[in-house]
C-alpha cells in the first residue's frame, strides 16, 4: 500500500448531520463530539457554518481553539463576508480549512440568478479572497452531478488555479449511482489541467441508498476525501455513514486497498453519543452501529458462530469498540464495576458524571431484576439528555388512569419556580401533557412521540422520543425510564429544553423575557 492510497476522511456530522431536521446540538454537545471525531483521528472536521448564527460561530471557534489532531473547516457560501466570517472562526485552530461553495447545475445556478459567466467570475473572486485568507482552500460546486460536464471542467479548473487544495464534488441530491459517480471524477482527472495537483472529494447524499457505494466507487476512480456522518446523519436520508466506509475499505482492504488515519475502535462510542445528542436513534438493522449488526437469533446461525464465529461475522465486534465483557451488572455492582462497564460501552466519564448515574443505576438495579447493556446505556443517555441545570424540571408526577378517567397531578420547577397543575385528558400521557402544556403554554406543535422498549419483560425500561415544531425550528426530546408515562413526561420537557435553548440561538422570539412570559 503506497500513500496515495491514503482516503482522507472529513466528517461533517456537526454542519450538514446537524442540518437534519431536528438534529439541533448544543454548544456543549458540539465540543464534545468534536473532541471524540479529533481522538478518533478524523482527518478533516467541518464544525459548522459560521455566518448561519451566533451560536455556529462560537462552536467553530471554540471547536478551532480545542482541536489537537484534525484539520477545522467552516463552510461558506460564495460571498465575501460568509468566508471573512469562516475565516474570523476558524483561524486559531493548529490546521484551519475555509470550504466554500456554490451551485453549479442548471437547477442550482437560478438560486442566485447568475449566467454561467457571472457564476464563473464569483467562484473566481470568492476562491481567490478565501486563499488570501488561508493556505487550506475547499472548494464545492453544489450538486456537481446534475452540472454540465463541460461546465463542470470549466468552474473546477478556475478554482483550482485560484488556489483551492481540495475540490469537493457533491452528490447534493444523492442522484447519482456508483458508476456514474467514479466515470465523473475520472472524467475530471483526465479533463482538468492541475487537477493532478490537488485532491478530490466526494460528498454522497443517501436519497437512493447509494451513499456508501457512490463514495466507494469514486475513490476507486481517484478521489481520496470522503465527506461523510457518525450515523449516516444529514439533510434528507442522510450522508455517507462514516462508519461503512471505513470499515468497508479495512474488511475488503484485499478489493479496495486503501488506508485512513481512523482510530476504529471509537466508532460504536461516538454512534451512541451522536445518536443521543442528535435525537436520531439508530435503526437496529443498520450496518456496522445496528444493534443487531452482531446478533444471531436463528439456529442455523448460532450453531455456526458457535463453530467458527467467522461464519456469520465478517468482522470483529471489538475492531468497531463493541467489547465484550463478562460484568453482569446488578443492584450489588459498585462504582469500580459500572465505571468499568461504561468504558466498554465507550463512555468515559469523570468522577462527578460517575457519581450522578451510579446514584440513577443503583434506583434502576432497585427496580429491575437485571440491568442489560442496553439499560446503562439509556440510563447514561437519559442522564446526559436530562440534567439539573435545564429551565423546566419535571418535580413530581402522580397519573390516574383506568376505566373511570385519567388525570395527571404534575409539580415542575420553571425557571427556579414551583408549579402544580391537576390536567385531564384522554390517556395518561395525553393528561400529562396537557399539564405540562398548563405549566408552560406553547405553541410548539408535537410532530412525533414514539414509546420503545429497551430490552425484554415488563419490567423493561422504555424509551421515549418526542419531536416537536415552532415556527419551522424542530426540537427531539429523550428519556428512558422503567415508567412509560414518566420517561414520556421527561422527553416532552426535554424537548421543551431544547426549544427554549434553539428560541435564545435564533434570537427570534427568544429571550428571557419571552421565556417567563409564556411561563406565567
Ligand atoms: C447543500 C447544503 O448543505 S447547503 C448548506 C445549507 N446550510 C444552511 O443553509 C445553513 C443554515 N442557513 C442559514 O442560517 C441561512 O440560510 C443563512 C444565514 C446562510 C442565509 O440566510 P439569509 O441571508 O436569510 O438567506 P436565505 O436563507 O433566505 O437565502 C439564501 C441566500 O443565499 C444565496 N445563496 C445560497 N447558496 C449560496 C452560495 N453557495 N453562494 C452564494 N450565495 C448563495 C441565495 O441565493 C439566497 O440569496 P438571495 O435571496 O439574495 O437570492
Ligand atoms: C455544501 C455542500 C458541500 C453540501 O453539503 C452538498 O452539496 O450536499
Ligand atoms: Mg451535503
Not at 436463528?298 to 460484568?327: C, R, Y
Not at 420547577?413 to 399539564?435: L, Q, Y
Amino acid at each position: 500500500m503506497t500513500d496515495q492510497n491514503r482516503v482522507y476522511i472529513f466528517d461533517t456530522t456537526l454542519r450538514d448531520g446537524e442540518q437534519s431536521p431536528g438534529a439541533t446540538m448544543s454548544h456543549a454537545e458540539k465540543l464534545e463530539i468534536a473532541q471524540m471525531l479529533d481522538e478518533m483521528h478524523v482527518d478533516i472536521i467541518e464544525a459548522g457554518f459560521p455566518i448561519a448564527s451566533e451560536g455556529d460561530f462560537a462552536a467553530v471557534s471554540e471547536i478551532a481553539r480545542q482541536s489537537k489532531n484534525s484539520v477545522i473547516c467552516g463552510l461558506a457560501r460564495a460571498q465575501i463576508p460568509d468566508i471573512d466570517r469562516c475565516w474570523e472562526a476558524i483561524k486559531h485552530a493548529k490546521q484551519p480549512r475555509i470550504h466554500t461553495f456554490i451551485g453549479t447545475s442548471p437547477l442550482h445556478r437560478a438560486i442566485p440568478n447568475l449566467d454561467m459567466d457571472q457564476m464563473a467570475e464569483r467562484i473566481e473572486q470568492t476562491v481567490t479572497h478565501a486563499r488570501n485568507l488561508c493556505d487550506n482552500v475547499q472548494w464545492s460546486p453544489m450538486d456537481a452531478t446534475r452540472t454540465e460536464h463541460d461546465y463542470l471542467c470549466r468552474v473546477v479548473e478556475i478554482a483550482i488555479k485560484c488556489g483551492a487544495t481540495t475540490i469537493n464534488i457533491p452528490d447534493t441530491v444523492g442522484y447519482t449511482a456508483p458508476r456514474e459517480s467514479a466515470d465523473l471524477i475520472r472524467m475530471l482527472l483526465e479533463r482538468v489541467p492541475g487537477a493532478d495537483k490537488i485532491i478530490f472529494a466526494t460528498h454522497c447524499h443517501n436519497d437512493l441508498g447509494m451513499a456508501t457505494a457512490n463514495s466507494l466507487a469514486a475513490v476507486e476512480a481517484g478521489a481520496r476525501q470522503i465527506e461523510c456522518t457518525i450515523n449516516g446523519l444529514g439533510e434528507r436520508a442522510g450522508n455517507t455513514a462514516l462508519e461503512e466506509v471505513v470499515m468497508a475499505m479495512r474488511v475488503r482492504n484485499d478489493i479496495m486497498p486503501f488506508s485512513t488515519g481512523i482510530d476504529t475502535t471509537k466508532i460504536m462510542g461516538l454512534s451512541r453519543r451522536v445518536a443521543q445528542v442528535s435525537g436520531f436513534a439508530v435503526q437496529f438493522n443498520k450496518a456496522i452501529v445496528g444493534k443487531n449488526a452482531f446478533l444471531h437469533e436463528s439456529g442455523i446461525h448460532q450453531d455456526g458462530v458457535l463453530k467458527n464465529v467467522e461464519t456469520f461475522e465478517i468482522m470483529k465486534p471489538a475492531d468497531i469498540g463493541l467489547n465484550e465483557n463478562n460484568i453482569a451488572m446488578g443492584k450489588h455492582s459498585g462504582r469500580a464495576a459500572l465505571r468499568a462497564k461504561l468504558a466498554d460501552l465507550g463512555y468515559e466519564v469523570g468522577d462527578n458524571q460517575l457519581k450522578d448515574i451510579f446514584v440513577r443505576f443503583k434506583d434502576l438495579a432497585d427496580r429491575k431484576k437485571e440491568v442489560f447493556d442496553e439499560d446503562i446505556i439509556a440510563l447514561v443517555q437519559d442522564a446526559a439528555a436530562n440534567t439539573g441545570d435545564d429551565y423546566l424540571q419535571v418535580k413530581h408526577l402522580r397519573v390516574v388512569c383506568g376505566s373511570d378517567g385519567q388525570s395527571a397531578d404534575l409539580t415542575m420547577i420553571v425557571g427556579g419556580e414551583e408549579k402544580t397543575v391537576h390536567s385531564t385528558g384522554d390517556g395518561p400521557v395525553d393528561a400529562c401533557f396537557n399539564a405540562v402544556r398548563e405549566i408552560f403554554p406553547h405553541e410548539a406543535e408535537l410532530q412525533l412521540y414514539q414509546v420503545h422498549a429497551v430490552t425484554e419483560g415488563t419490567d423493561a425500561q422504555a424509551t421515549v422520543s418526542v419531536r416537536m415544531q415552532e415556527e419551522g425550528r424542530i426540537v427531539t426530546g429523550q428519556s428512558a425510564d422503567t415508567d412509560t408515562i414518566l420517561a414520556s413526561v421527561k422527553a416532552y420537557v426535554g424537548a421543551l429544553n431544547r426549544l427554549i435553548v434553539r428560541r435564545e440561538k435564533t434570537g427570534k422570539d427568544s429571550d428571557a423575557k419571552q421565556i417567563s412570559m409564556y411561563s406565567h
